[in-house]
């Protein structure tokens, strides 16, 4: 008896637990705003939270849009380009990173993702190549202060698993 009574109340507990977290979730659809960008040319997608960042003009790399908070202290960049040298994303990173010293890195087949902290400043950037030879590359750099990181994981966890192409 005593089983099934643990058994079920932690059934009902994963359930109120499932629910909070889903609710918190809304909460935070709701509260950011979060909209989709795209760049149809190259069939970029991505999620950013509109209740933060503003359209300000275009990207400085490739076709794109460039955002900023509202207090000027963050900045997403969201583009797309030729990848021109059939770059991997590792031969890409070699060619183009103009700071050796990254505070994070990930390199795959299919991307990189790259962090540095400098003067008080988080730089993050993030590439998705295409498959096919010579194809695109889907990208977004964000620039936020390093005083608030805690408070920027999510929204950046966020927008790097949201950045992709789109189905064609």
Not at 18 to 24: G, L, M, N, P
Not at 63 to 81: H, P, T
Not at 84 to 108: I, M, W
Request: include cysteine.
């Amino acid at each position: 008896m005593r089983a099934i009574s643990f058994l079920l109340s932690g059934l009902i507990g994963s359930f109120l637990l499932t629910q909070y977290i889903r609710a918190e979730a809304q909460a935070e659809v709701r509260i950011l705003d979060w909209q989709t960008f795209e760049v149809p040319e190259f069939g970029t997608r991505v999620e950013y939270p509109a209740r933060i960042f503003t359209a300000v003009g275009e990207a400085e790399k490739g076709v794109g849009r460039r955002f900023e908070s509202k207090d000027g202290r963050a900045i997403l960049s969201i583009y797309a380009r030729e990848n021109e040298d059939d770059d991997t994303p590792a031969s890409y990173l070699r060619k183009n990173l103009r700071q050796r010293t990254l505070d994070y890195e990930r390199v795959t087949r299919s991307f990189f993702a790259i962090s540095s902290e400098r003067d008080g400043i988080i730089y993050y950037s993030r590439c998705n190549f295409s498959r096919p030879a010579r194809g695109s590359l889907h990208c977004f750099d964000l620039v936020y202060p390093q005083a608030e990181k805690r408070a920027w994981d999510s929204v950046v966890t966020r927008i790097s698993l949201s950045l992709r192409p789109l189905e064609r």
